[in-house]
């Protein structure tokens, strides 16, 4: 009878748990390596970016600043293109202007002239032309302008005096005449003549206070006998 000996077959014991432990802690240090080197390769690359586009900023500013510049002395040559034009402009018009005032004079001092030697002048003698009257700077003060001449086809020089005299009302309202000498800051009683075709006076007068004029007189006491005294009056009609 033949008997059947058992044999036990040896286990193959596998450290499972351990091994598998092992694989997942190499695989997570992969996988962190991995991880790490991606960031420092992202952080590296947008501080590149980073540094090339401020860069590209700055060139633009600078760009930006130059053409500003530029634009800004442009504008300022532009502009001191326009000043001079006006400014020449300016000076064409005063100049155009006092052309036709002197031009204008003239004129006036022609047919003034034309009046002195005209031999369609009857009349011979002394004239008063040329009044007029306006407004000073000051209150109450008045500038007048007039002229006297001759009419004489060869008359000799004429002198004398001329008084000049303002009528009008105190604040009482009665008449008063007041002369030169209360009119002028030096007290002049009247002007000196002395011309041979015509002598222009000009002066200030300076009214009283609360005088009322209402009229203007001027009157030519020539010293030579050949000439007769002439007197005009005019109405107290300041020209602004």
Known sequence: MISLKRY??????????????????FVLLLVLAAAWLGFQQGQARPKGIQAIDRAGLNDSLNELKVERG??????????????????????????IKQFQ??????????????????????KEGLRIQNYKLEPGLESGQFLVKFSVSQVLKSGPVAKGRIHIRVEGLQPDGKAKTIGLEELTEDKTPSIKMRFRYFQNVEGK???????KPASLTIEVKPTNKKLAPVTETYEWLPQA
Do not use: C, N
Request: aromatic content about 6%; glycine content about 6%.
């Open 205 to 211: 007068l300076k009214l009283p206070d609360d005088f």
């Open 70 to 95: 530029e634009l800004r002395r442009k504008l300022a040559m532009a502009e001191q293109v326009a000043k001079v034009d006006r400014e020449a402009m300016h000076a064409v018009r005063e100049q």
């Open 101 to 122: 005032d002197e031009r204008l004079k003239m004129e006036e001092e022609l047919v003034f002239l034309r009046g002195i030697v005209s031999t369609d002048t009857k």
């Open 8 to 25: 036990q077959v040896p286990k193959i014991v596998v450290p499972g748990g351990r091994g598998r432990w092992l694989r997942l802690f």
